[in-house]
């Protein structure tokens, strides 16, 4: 089944479901996988060095923030 079939058919079953416990049992494993592919993720960029220095995120924060919060 491709992945966008399956994406609605979840929808289709979860439109379904009454019960609130439920519900709140799916959000929390829709959440564990998210924060897992996230940290997958991250790992990968780390070991590929894909990361910034903690001074260069500072820097880039401090423009990004400069940019989108003065006049």
Known sequence: MKAETLKLDLIGRLMRV???????RMDE?????????????????????????????SQENRKWAKENYTK
Not at 33 to 43: F, H, K, L, W, Y
């Open 29 to 57: 494993l829709i959440t564990q996988a998210e924060m897992e592919t996230r940290a997958d993720e991250s790992m990968d960029a780390i070991s590929k060095g894909e990361v910034l220095s903690l001074d260069e995120f």
């Open 18 to 24: 009454q019960k609130t416990s439920t519900l709140q």
